[in-house]
């Protein structure tokens, strides 16, 4: 039951067809949509153990590119999930892992984009109905206690010496005490390591 | 379930919204999200929304943004696209939520995926490895401020930062999937809350 030998054993060897992949991504998408609580920051955790742990579409030190490639780039970080497609697809050729990316993204956003236009169409019926209010306020503890284990989680899988640590550390704070744009961070951290100050 | 009185913060206006400006279009409404998607560089997307939609193109007032915004928060999905289709669905119904989310997504997601393409092909390239390898430690720093932002709202509540708490442990330490966990944590938080009579505000 431990997760580090389910990690190494479990995948490598696995090897599917290209509409076979796209059959894994677009089902393992497709369920974990309804439970994007928080906005889908939430399912980060969840992202790297499908990717990483479970069928090694990506190494741990590809998935941190994605994660900081997906936050650089302009609109919604979700969109994270079309570059897992990507990856899983990408050693299929070009043609399918773009096919993969279209189709995971497409599969994250279905149920959620479903429920949200029914949700739109009776909000009237819904605003003061106590299962809103319960759910509103049920779920926000639940979401702040996911947030902390994504945080985590992602700090363990993009940060692995000690002063790559720091750095994350001093991003976090600064991303919380002042209202400067997340790219200067980006960028910075990215002249300290071409400079081969942070390293994996 | 009826309204026992129409309160005021949700007028019941004959449609959805009562629009401050003409109801945009097909159009307008992809043309309008394409526009603050491309502006958020880097995150800030609902204040860009808002500028858009309440203060230059005014399609909706203040309040019935913030009903909007509250919406998209409340239910799964990235709240930006999820903002995308309340605003499109409440002017123009299902094709109207389409051709926001549409406008959210289309130019943004060619972009990334061209970007992935080009990490794909040249990533193990020593000089873009090294660089990568500074930029996601400040990205994880961004991913672990995101719960630090929120957790002052349950400052003064014992039996969130509990909840919270057995979340965080049972992902981080007992290594449990998340469904499992939001399926477990999510009736209790909801009974734990559900209003009680008389003590609604």
Same mark, same amino acid.
């Given at each position: 039951m431990?997760?580090?030998?389910?990690?190494a054993?479990?995948c490598?060897?696995?090897?599917?067809?290209?509409?076979?992949?796209?059959?894994?991504?677009?089902?393992?998408?497709?369920?974990?949509?309804?439970?994007s609580?928080?906005g889908?920051?939430?399912?980060l955790?969840?992202?790297?153990?499908l990717?990483?742990?479970?069928y090694?579409?990506?190494?741990?030190?590809?998935?941190a590119?994605?994660?900081?490639?997906?936050?650089?780039?302009?609109?919604?970080?979700?969109?994270?999930v079309?570059?897992?497609?990507l990856?899983a697809?990408?050693?299929h050729?070009?043609?399918?892992?773009l096919l993969t990316?279209?189709?995971?993204?497409?599969?994250?956003?279905?149920?959620?984009?479903?429920?949200?236009?029914?949700?739109c169409?009776s909000?009237?019926r819904?605003?003061?109905?106590?299962?809103?209010?319960?759910?509103?306020r049920?779920?926000?503890?639940v979401?702040?206690? *996911?947030l902390?284990?994504?945080?985590?989680?992602i700090?363990?899988?993009?940060?692995?010496?000690p002063?790559?640590?720091l750095?994350?550390? *001093?991003?976090?704070?600064?991303?919380l005490?002042?209202?400067?744009?997340?790219?200067?961070f980006l960028?910075?951290?990215?002249? *300290?390591?071409?400079?081969?100050v942070?390293?994996? | 379930?009826?309204?026992?009185?129409?309160?005021?913060?949700s007028?019941?206006?004959?449609?959805?919204?009562?629009p401050?400006?003409?109801?945009?279009g097909?159009?307008?409404l992809f043309?309008?999200?394409?526009?603050?998607?491309?502006?958020a560089? /880097?995150?800030?997307?609902?204040?860009?929304s808002?500028?858009?939609?309440v203060?230059?193109?005014?399609w909706?007032s203040?309040?019935?943004?913030?009903?909007?915004?509250?919406?998209?928060?409340?239910?799964?999905g990235?709240?930006?696209?999820?903002?995308?289709?309340?605003?499109g669905?409440?002017?123009?119904?299902?094709?109207?939520g389409l051709?926001? #989310?549409a406008?959210? #997504?289309?130019?943004p997601?060619?972009?990334?995926?061209?970007l992935?393409?080009?990490?794909?092909t040249?990533?193990?390239?020593?000089?873009?490895?090294?660089?990568l390898? /500074?930029?996601?430690?400040?990205?994880?720093?961004?991913?672990?401020?995101?719960?630090?932002?929120v957790?002052?709202?349950?400052?003064?509540d014992?039996?969130?930062?509990?909840?919270?708490?057995?979340?965080?442990?049972?992902l981080?330490?007992?290594?449990?999937?998340?469904?499992p966990?939001?399926?477990?944590?999510?009736?209790?938080?909801?009974?734990?809350?559900w209003?009680?009579?008389?003590?609604?505000?």
């Amino acid at each position: 039951m431990t997760p580090l030998l389910a990690a190494a054993g479990a995948c490598g060897a696995a090897s599917l067809t290209p509409v076979g992949t796209l059959a894994q991504v677009v089902g393992q998408f497709l369920s974990l949509s309804l439970f994007s609580l928080g906005g889908g920051n939430t399912l980060l955790a969840e992202y790297h153990h499908l990717a990483v742990d479970t069928y090694c579409w990506l190494s741990d030190a590809q998935f941190a590119d994605l994660y900081a490639l997906a936050e650089a780039a302009p609109g919604p970080s979700s969109m994270i999930v079309g570059l897992l497609g990507l990856g899983a697809g990408w050693p299929h050729g070009l043609g399918w892992a773009l096919l993969t990316a279209c189709g995971a993204e497409v599969a994250i956003l279905v149920p959620s984009t479903l429920l949200m236009v029914a949700a739109c169409l009776s909000w009237r019926r819904l605003e003061n109905s106590p299962w809103r209010i319960a759910f509103e306020r049920g779920l926000g503890p639940v979401t702040l206690g *996911l947030l902390f284990a994504v945080g985590v989680k992602i700090v363990q899988t993009a940060a692995r010496t000690p002063l790559a640590v720091l750095v994350s550390l *001093l991003v976090c704070g600064l991303m919380l005490r002042t209202r400067w744009s997340p790219l200067l961070f980006l960028a910075a951290a990215g002249v *300290l390591g071409s400079l081969g100050v942070i390293h994996r | 379930m009826t309204d026992p009185a129409a309160r005021p913060s949700s007028p019941a206006p004959p449609s959805d919204f009562e629009p401050l400006a003409p109801p945009p279009g097909l159009r307008e409404l992809f043309q309008g999200m394409l526009q603050v998607a491309l502006s958020a560089f /880097g995150g800030g997307l609902s204040a860009w929304s808002q500028r858009l939609v309440v203060e230059r193109r005014r399609w909706l007032s203040e309040a019935q943004f913030l009903t909007g915004l509250t919406v998209a928060r409340l239910l799964p999905g990235p709240n930006q696209i999820n903002l995308a289709i309340y605003i499109g669905t409440g002017f123009r119904g299902l094709g109207g939520g389409l051709a926001a #989310l549409a406008g959210m #997504l289309l130019v943004p997601f060619s972009l990334l995926l061209a970007l992935g393409v080009a990490y794909f092909t040249f990533h193990a390239l020593p000089a873009v490895d090294r660089v990568l390898a /500074g930029v996601v430690a400040a990205a994880a720093g961004m991913a672990l401020s995101m719960g630090f932002r929120v957790l002052g709202t349950y400052r003064h509540d014992p039996f969130a930062l509990l909840l919270a708490a057995a979340v965080f442990a049972a992902l981080t330490w007992g290594h449990l999937r998340l469904i499992p966990v939001i399926l477990v944590a999510a009736p209790v938080g909801m009974a734990w809350y559900w209003p009680r009579a008389g003590a609604r505000p």
